[in-house]
């Protein structure tokens, strides 16, 4: 009876690992006006975010990766290809969702025109 009753609960964790929710992808889509952005933020296998990838052309393309995030708190990830020559990240705030352009550091490009915050909602 007691080989029974540990592989009941044996066979009872093994089947709830499966059922435990992890979110592996966070679907961002933020607009400003007419200026929409759409991003995908994915984790490792250790659900750490890791990489970004940007919605181009109909595809996502990797953009960059994820520089820091404090769960519940915020997001700094890299977007390579907003402006080549220019170390330039955004910065998402989970709390009021918005999406704030951050310049790391300026490259051969100064940019004249500093970009718009936008506003996000997760799908």
């Known amino acids: 009876m ?5 592989l009941l609960i044996f066979l009872i964790l093994y089947v709830s690992k499966y059922s435990i929710a992890s979110e592996r992808d966070i679907y961002l889509v933020c607009k400003n006006g ?4 759409e991003f995908v933020l994915r984790s490792d296998q250790k659900n ?9 052309k109909g595809k996502f393309i990797p953009v960059g ?6 769960n519940l708190s915020f997001i700094l990830f890299e977007d390579k290809y907003k ?3 220019v170390d330039f990240a955004w910065h998402l705030d989970n709390n009021t969702m918005e999406l704030k352009p951050v310049v790391l550091s300026e490259g ?5 025109k500093a970009p718009q915050k936008l506003f996000c909602k997760k799908n």
């Open 2 to 6: 007691k080989k029974i009753f540990i």
């Open 34 to 37: 007419s200026d929409i952005e």
């Open 48 to 56: 750490k975010l890791k990489n970004a990838f940007k919605k181009y």
């Open 65 to 70: 990766e994820v520089v820091g995030y404090k």
């Open 83 to 85: 402006y080549l020559g």
């Open 108 to 112: 051969t490009i100064q940019l004249h």
